[in-house]
Nanobody, 121 residues
Framework: QVQLVESGGGMVQPGESLRLSCVVS????????MAWYRQAPGKERELVGD???????NYADSVKGRFTISRGDARNIMFLQMRDLKPEDTAVYYC???????????????WGEGTLVTVSS
């Protein structure tokens, strides 16, 4: 069974930085792509940025230049480095990955349960 677990959320003041982590575990054959999403109160879930297997990342305009997505030395780990945080960044942040497993060679999307980031003075 595949599991995605986010961590690193919390409350910070505007202008500060925070790093989120996503750890993938289970009977994994490969991870084709990974992404971060977020959902603010009363709003739909939106894409923050996505990383394909080749490592290229596409970011939402609202976070471009401030957020950075990367993979760890252990390739089952993904980070979201956030700097110059703003109140409008307040949201639950979700990890998403397209993963092939021993039970599903074609792959399927998986989601974490989210971690809350609150930016407030």
């Amino acid at each position: 069974q595949v599991q995605l677990v986010e961590s690193g959320g919390g409350m910070v003041q505007p202008g500060e930085s925070l790093r989120l982590s996503c750890v993938v575990s289970g009977s994994i054959l490969s991870i084709a792509a990974m992404a971060w999403y977020r959902q603010a109160p009363g709003k739909e879930r939106e894409l923050v940025g996505d990383m394909a297997a080749g490592g290229r990342v596409n970011y939402a305009d609202s976070v471009k230049g401030r957020f950075t997505i990367s993979r760890g030395d252990a390739r089952n780990i993904m980070f979201l480095q956030m700097r110059d945080l703003k109140p409008e960044d307040t949201a639950v942040y979700y990890c998403n990955a397209f993963i092939a497993t021993t039970e599903n060679f074609g792959g399927a999307p998986y989601w974490g349960e989210g971690t809350l980031v609150t930016v407030s003075s």
